[in-house]
């Protein structure tokens, strides 16, 4: 067993929603500069159900104006079996 870092889904998403809210940006805002037709999307970003895609979160990282690791919560307690 090896501690990993695990994506935690919903601290990601608390700090989405953060960060867009000290940008002074309203999910609208984001929506429009995606090219969403729906906010859906962001919001399941921030309820922590999805997470962005690689390209859209180097976007949302560039627009919030932080690094893509301070948008992403991390668990490092988390084992992983590795086989070799």
């Keep these: 067993m090896v501690n990993m870092p695990v ?3 919903i601290r990601t998403g608390q ?3 953060r960060l867009r809210k000290q ?3 309203s999910v609208r805002d984001l929506q ?3 090219g ?3 906010p859906q999307a962001i919001y ?3 309820q922590g159900v999805a997470l962005p895609t690689i390209d859209n979160l180097v976007v949302l990282a560039a627009v919030l104006q932080v690094r893509m690791d301070d ?3 991390t668990d490092t307690s988390a084992k992983i ?3 070799a």
Aim: net charge negative; charged share 10%; aromatic share 12%.
């Design 15 to 17: 700090n989405i929603g």
């Design 44 to 46: 399941k970003w921030q």
């Design 7 to 9: 994506i935690d889904m």
């Design 23 to 25: 940008a002074g940006l």
């Design 71 to 73: 948008i992403l919560g």
């Design 32 to 34: 429009d500069i995606f």
């Design 36 to 38: 969403f037709a729906t």
């Design 81 to 83: 079996q590795i086989s």
